[in-house]
Nanobody, 123 residues
């Protein structure tokens, strides 16, 4: 079982930056790919970014490409999401997720999810 704990959310003005962190409890998760998703009330969970377990491959939703950067810590069981030039439409609860058989943007392929961290961008 892998537990994921997100942190770093908050309130920021449009154009500002935030850095989200996600720490995984199990060493085995360091060999898993990891992803970030977000969700607003009444909408489906939306893919944001993905990183392979070695960190060599990344993939982003078109809506965040060029503004967000996903990376892994040296221990590989931590993942970060650097969010720059934030927009009001980025407001959501952000979740990190992982698992042994993930397929990039497909939420159903992730086995483990964090509790989420709220990001609010004011205009």
């Amino acid at each position: 079982q892998v537990q994921l704990i997100e942190s770093g959310g908050g309130l920021v003005q449009a154009g500002g930056s935030l850095r989200l962190s996600c720490a995984a409890s199990a060493r085995t998760s360091s060999t898993y790919a990891m992803g970030w998703f977000r969700q607003v009330p009444g909408k489906e969970r939306e893919f944001v970014a993905f990183i392979s377990w070695r960190g060599g491959s990344t993939y982003y939703a078109d809506s965040v490409k060029g503004r967000f950067t996903i990376s892994r810590g040296n221990a590989k069981n931590t993942v970060y999401l650097q969010m720059n030039n934030l927009k009001p439409e980025d407001t959501a609860v952000y979740y990190c997720a992982t698992g042994p058989r993930t397929i990039a943007s497909m939420a159903g392929t992730y086995d483990y999810w964090g509790q989420g961290t709220q990001v609010t961008v004011s205009s």
